[in-house]
């Protein structure tokens, strides 16, 4: 049955091409207003895929956001296991979309490369399962195991949705597993299985001094610059040893053991590629802890944005009335992030200067998560990645967040299995986002692979 | 001659401020490119307005920025004095937009008052010399005293055109004493004479830490964040007691004597009244100095604007490659400009954490300036604003910076008579600057008896 899908999926890599191309051009970004219909747009048009699969009961369901598409096939019967494939298809915002080589939302391809955004993170990883059913009920008219899906549209923008969706749907969403891809591996050849998530608190603060922007001759020296006060605000966030000076910050963090920074220390990491690939000349974080440790098994904080007063061109001499700041924490599994958000609001509150105005929303909060190395599930996963790419899976701690994991371990009471396809310069998030197709073909037969494997 | 001058003006109010009006609906924003051709066509619309007065020569300068608009009248004869009428035609920009109550460029009016940018800074005060001339011409066909026009469209953005310009044409602006309209009262019934301007010095700083805008949950905790980089400078530049850290700043900064302090603390000046103009709880400044010290004898810094990162909607989890800040100083008399740029872009390099990189550059900047109290044209001042307003004129420091009085005493070797017509709550550079309509007539009054007075 697997050998019949696999040469299947062999034998339409061109026609997979052009259908994940035509995915990628649905611009389904979340964060803005101004695409709410193209959020719709794509969720229907994943409905209409599922359901010309052979999948039961497409649904675009309404949210109080953007739409989350379920589909499920339950026929591999009661002795095989459930298996739920989670995905997102709301993307990024594209700006600066001056240094994007090509259109965001063309999808073109160069050399090995499909360029568009959401093409690594996460329509290209998502998409790969509906290759995956295609190609076993083109062949067989059957899956190996049942298969439920659940495909968001607010996984970058934090939304509320999903976790009240899952919630109000625990029997239909009831399975033994979940898979995720939206991850990725450390190099074409070597993947890697994501036991550990980060948590993120994300907020925004707005600092007011004066009630309108003043003339800073006419008032400068004698009024608190709001912009002044937030800089000095986040300037003290942090100390001199990159220790987040937040009180509570670090309560729950558990401690790493010795054990688990071996395991850490060998994971293949080059600090001087990391360096390259981010462009700096130097890196700078948590003293006490190894650059590998600072961005996947530590919590952080970093200033996402920040804005203020005159920003355009020239030299206007106002002294403003506000001054925004957007700031979110990592968090390793333990922290809560409604109470990181809360130390962290009142945090802000207690060190404004006098004179000035604090107010602080929350835009996106989810837990962290750790996962069970030694599941039936967890052990497939390592052969069959092993199988299709040469080299045995690393296990890694991942420094972002994919907040599902930790539901679905509190809601569902399952574990997720992440096989991650994407490559470190995938350029998640920036421009130029792209997927390398040999991963999106290898992905699709590790998947095949994995639920032979598992329906056995 | 005055006399008649003052019922002309009396009689042709309506007709005044119907002009008035047409001069404020150009939208000659001289620090957005955009606007180029406005400038252009509010220069020609006043050369076209000098030549219909009758004066001579009329003429809109071209440089390499906005032109400069000059005009003369000389046949009062050598015996009389030869003022040199100084104003500008171009104003801010208008942003935020949606605070104003009517369109900044339809020089409504209301009450008392004719709202629009650049009615109180300056073209409303300038525009005041206009009729005064048309009174004088329109009554004796000729004018009390020599003068010569000097309207330039680059005093809100510092160009470097007006600089050129006076040095290029020193033998034509040659004159006595220079008159400028571009200050405020006190009250409505309390001239001043402002005595003392601060310099400026208006630069940009821009960091850069990684190469592109990078996913925060996949090299946060690791990397130097520019907006921590520089929130943490711009924290480090003013001390907890408001004084400016830039080594050197304040060294060449005359110490304010008694007598001054005295002079300075004569002038009306409620506290209460001015925290309720700004809109804050509390004043904060430079400790040792009254809050009317600060806000016009001693120099000061402030962030004019800051941006970096992401700053729409939503939330992005982008650990951002730039982050940018406007930062300027207010420079008092024997401060250089020129030397307190240099030593702030120094100052932020050297300051600037390790893997962050710094450029700065220079928008704007102008000497400060110290006006002789007196002078025959001084005095001749102060009688005629006693006689107008009903009270004597009060001496005072202004906060604000007006380069071109510098200009003048470098270049031309003459001080500058500011005839302030301004009031505090004009609102300039704020969203709803108005001018006062009492004072635009008062101002013309005061203007024919000040040229009747030195001419005769």
């Known amino acids: 049955m697997s050998n019949d899908a696999l040469q299947y999926a062999t034998a339409h890599r061109t026609e997979f091409l052009t259908e994940l191309q035509e995915f990628l051009s649905l611009p389904s970004i979340s964060a803005l207003p101004e695409h709410k219909v193209d959020m719709q747009r794509t969720a229907q048009w994943l409905a209409d895929r599922f359901t010309a699969l052979g999948l039961h009961n497409a649904r675009v369901n309404p949210t109080t956001g953007h739409p989350v598409v379920t589909a499920e096939w339950l026929e591999a019967g009661p002795d095989k296991p459930t298996v739920l494939i989670y995905g997102h298809y709301d993307v990024q915002p594209v700006d600066p979309i001056e240094l994007w080589h090509s259109d965001p939302f063309k999808a073109e391809v160069r050399d090995d490369y499909v360029y568009a955004r959401g093409s690594s993170d996460d329509k290209g990883q998502m998409f790969i399962y509906a290759k995956v059913i295609e190609a076993f009920m083109q062949t067989s008219g059957r899956l190996p195991v049942n298969v439920k899906l659940l495909v968001e549209g607010e996984e970058e923008i934090g939304g509320p949705s999903l976790d009240a969706f899952i919630d109000?749907?625990?029997?239909?969403?009831?399975?033994?597993?979940?898979?995720?891809?939206?991850?990725?591996?450390?190099?074409?050849?070597?993947?890697?299985?994501?036991y550990a998530l980060r948590g993120l608190c994300y907020i925004q603060v707005e600092l007011t001094g004066p009630a309108r922007d003043l003339h800073s001759g006419q008032y400068g020296g004698a009024i608190y610059n709001p912009i002044q006060a937030l800089a000095e605000m986040l300037a003290s966030l942090k100390d001199r040893d990159g220790h987040i000076t937040v009180p509570g910050f670090y309560d729950k963090v558990l401690p790493l053991s010795e054990a688990e920074r071996q395991i850490l220390a060998q994971a293949p990491f080059s600090a001087a590629e990391f360096m390259q690939d981010a462009g700096v000349t130097g890196v700078w974080g948590e003293k006490g802890y190894t650059t590998k440790e600072q961005i996947t098994a530590r919590p952080t904080l970093e200033i996402n944005g920040i804005w203020g007063g005159f920003t355009g061109e020239g030299s206007k001499t106002v002294l403003p009335a506000k001054a925004f700041a957007k700031i979110s924490c990592r968090l390793v599994a333990n922290q809560d992030h409604l109470e990181i958000a809360e130390l962290l609001q009142e945090h802000l509150e207690r060190i404004a200067p006098p004179y000035v105005k604090v107010e602080t929303k929350r835009l996106h909060g989810g837990h962290g998560a750790l996962i069970n190395l030694d599941s039936k599930y967890m052990r497939a996963?390592?052969?069959?990645?092993?199988?299709?790419?040469?080299?045995?899976?690393?296990?890694?701690?991942?420094?972002?967040?994919?907040?599902?994991?930790?539901t679905f371990q509190k809601v569902l009471g399952i574990d997720s299995i992440m096989l991650g396809f994407g490559l470190p310069d995938d350029g998640l998030h920036s421009p130029n986002e792209r997927f390398y197709l040999p991963n999106f073909y290898h992905g699709i037969e590790t998947a095949i692979r994995y639920f032979a494997e598992i329906g056995k």
């Open 168 to 194: 109000d749907h625990r029997t239909q969403l009831k399975a033994d597993v979940a898979v995720i891809s939206d991850t990725h591996m450390l190099r074409p050849d070597q993947p890697c299985l994501v």
């Open 381 to 406: 996963a390592h052969q069959v990645l092993q199988q299709v790419f040469g080299n045995a899976p690393v296990y890694e701690r991942e420094g972002g967040s994919i907040p599902v994991v930790s």
